[in-house]
């Protein structure tokens, strides 16, 4: 039998692990519009990444294309379009279902992801917990509810049953102060924030590492992850053949993904927001 871990140990990891989502969720949205940006703006080397940001060369490109960008842009379905604005609560949910759902099956393909801890630890149940507690910090945004505190109670109820006091999640009563949440954030996201000044962008294999320490962060509650939400039965029993092993696997983190996506949405209809 494992170490009994207490509410407040739940919240020592939780309250860096929301703070760190921030930041991460910021790069998966914006993943999208600008891929497709690039795909009608002029070459590589015709414009530099400051021009785009600033809008000067954009003189450069003709009318007529612009508006078609633009109105292409308001079209698609991404967060900050006109078409998202329209979308319904449950719609932007799904999307986020779609989209932390790719992005972890895509993570747990690249080789040596999580270094030499990934021979030790099951990568698979870390990306997973990681995943469904990204998307559930994603919906909570969807349905209003921004506090800290709030996606701390949200995800230690769906991923661990756990109740947890409103003024502990809220970080009065833990173990941590405020230079240590700070430091333990800064941590989780440090791959994302070299990418960004390296790059001017968060590359996939920094998403895949901040992910990998999401999931390593979460493994300090033990067996409180068997907890979360699971595929269904035959997604394990298929999951130990060989071959279909993969797809079974699949299909069963997307199931739990839903499931996550579902517990989570009752929860938060229940539990009015509080201030952030």
Known sequence: MGEVITDKQVVNVLRPFVRATTPMLDALRESDPLGLVRRVLPKSGELSSGDIEDGKQLEKVDRNLLEKLLDGLESVKVPGTEAWDAMSVDDRDSWWVNRVGRFTVLLASIPGLGGALADRLPIQDALATAGQGLLLSA??????????????????????????DPQLAAGHGDDLTDEQEDAAAAELTEDLR???????????????????????????????????????????????????????????????????????????????????
């Open 139 to 164: 919906i909570a945004s969807e349905h209003g509810h921004d506090s800290q505190a709030d996606r701390v109670r949200l995800i230690a109820k769906i991923l661990f049953d756990r109740d947890i």
């Open 194 to 276: 070299e990418s960004s000044e390296k790059h001017g962008k968060i590359t996939v294999k920094a998403a895949g590492r901040t992910l990998w320490r999401f999931g390593r962060t979460l493994f300090a509650l033990g067996d409180e992850l068997d907890k979360r939400p699971q595929g269904r039965f035959y997604h394990k029993a298929i999951g130990l053949l060989p071959v279909v092993g993969m797809a079974a696997d699949y299909f069963g983190e997307r199931s739990a993904l839903k499931r996550a996506a579902k517990k989570g949405r009752k929860w938060l209809a229940q539990n009015p927001p509080t201030m952030a």
